[in-house]
């Protein structure tokens, strides 16, 4: 067996089988009488909800339930957190918000999910959404991390203040400042740390499979972090 280094091309293995269409995605899972989910998103990057109203969704032809808000109060679900709530350097807390699973009074982005319709089949699932009604008042939102930062900007979060995750600090400052203004020349550079995300070839899909008996789940999930998922799955609960 031959020594693989980092920085080594990886010669893939996965490549005849997917291009043969034998690979197998969430969508190819079958399981006896399944039922779709469908999640109505916010079109908005930053607004206030004002009304919403799911009268009409529940009562379209095949819905089963049509979930908001109020049913995730109701259920005693907890919001979403991230994963590291910590440098784990100098062990400074991060300011965040924690992430509700559906939208109540305020949306933050573009596609947050604000309701969740569950019907007997995919089409019907569209079709309630198109009968939900949500009264958005849009606020002001900027695109740009730079942006966020600057005096005055719109507040996300009031767990947040100045839009701040952390700002972190290392080293002897005082020296660094003396050996700068010792130096015969000074060059500065700003260095933007592009966003990074990964892009399957089908979407984050879940089915889920509740087992009575047990009272255990199963999640069938297009995620290459599968232990991650489930750990933040438990934390909602």
Known sequence: MGVQSIGMPVRREEDFRLLRGKGRYVDDVRLPREARGYVVRSPHAHARIVALDAVAARAA?????????EDVHADGLQALRPSA?????????FAFAPQPL??????????EPVALIVAENRDQALDAAE???VDYVPLSAVTMAT?????????????????????WHAGDSAAVDRAFAAAAHVVSIDVASH?????????RGVIGLFNPASGRYTAHVSAQSIHATRDHAARAE
């Open 131 to 133: 009968r939900i009604a």
């Open 147 to 167: 942006a966020a930062l600057v005096a005055g900007a719109p507040l996300l979060s009031p767990q947040v203040p100045r839009n701040l995750c952390f700002e």
């Open 102 to 111: 559906l939208a109540e009074d305020k949306v933050r982005y573009v596609g």
């Open 61 to 69: 032809p095949g819905v089963l339930a049509v979930l908001t808000a």
């Open 85 to 93: 709530e910590a440098n784990a350097t100098t062990g400074e807390r």
């Open 195 to 203: 966003r990074i995300v990964t892009n399957p070839m089908e979407p």
